[in-house]
């Protein structure tokens, strides 16, 4: 069962690739993670990653694809996998329809966890993150139990950089002009599926699973 997510950012397509992986016990791949235990092996793929990231240059999509495909070949991808946050954009999965066709392989669904813009930005600048210890939680869904003051270490909350109202539009802007895209690539192919992704997150995965136990 080969899967990618796709989703704005927000949309919560994280939670339900942890969810899936758990369930069918195969890996959660996000590239963030990927780059980061190349980069710690101080593999080939990863000293070339560094390089790039290190310029603050973004990663060639060749590059990223190769770091992904090394990934799905690793034994525990044998029975399938989820991929977040990639492919990102038409290119990169043209790139990796073409390093999955080399080795007999294909993806079986690509499932967009359908959020509207308004819904997300009121989602993202409810969360608070903890200053000492990372955790999260959010004003609305998920609340400390005295505000402002993390439940796990008593330390700090923030509304982050990355969830200032603003940050979110500009972050969508880009989602739409890259990754939608994707929805109609996938779409041609027969493999998209969309889920709403605006309902209680249990009842999104028991969607998502139905669309997998077909």
């Given amino acids: 069962m080969k899967i990618i997510m796709l989703g704005a950012p927000g949309a919560g397509k994280g939670t339900q690739a942890k969810r899936i992986a758990e369930k069918y016990s195969i ?91 308004d819904n997300i930005i009121n989602r ?16 609305v869904f998920n609340p400390t139990k005295v505000e402002g003051v993390c439940d796990a270490c008593g330390g700090q909350l923030i509304l982050r950089d990355d969830d200032q109202p603003e940050t979110v539009k500009n972050r969508l802007k880009v989602y739409h002009e890259q990754t939608q895209p994707l929805i109609d690539y996938y779409t041609k192919k027969n493999i998209l599926k969309s889920v709403d992704g605006t309902q209680d997150m249990s009842k999104v995965f028991d969607s998502i699973v139905a669309i997998l136990e077909v």
């Fill in 27 to 117: 890996p959660h791949i996000s590239t963030g993670d990927i780059f980061r235990a190349n980069i710690k092996e101080g593999t080939d793929l990863g000293k070339k990653a560094k390089e790039y990231m290190d310029k603050g240059a973004l990663v060639p999509d060749e590059l990223v694809c190769d770091l992904v495909v090394d990934r799905i070949s690793q034994a525990d991808a044998k029975n399938g996998y989820v991929l977040d946050g990639f492919p990102r954009t038409i290119p990169q999965a043209e790139a990796l329809d073409a390093a999955l066709t080399k080795i007999g392989e294909k993806v079986d669904f690509a499932i967009d966890v359908d959020v509207p813009d």
């Fill in 124 to 139: 993202m600048s409810g969360r608070r993150a903890c200053v000492a210890c990372g955790g999260t939680y959010h004003v």
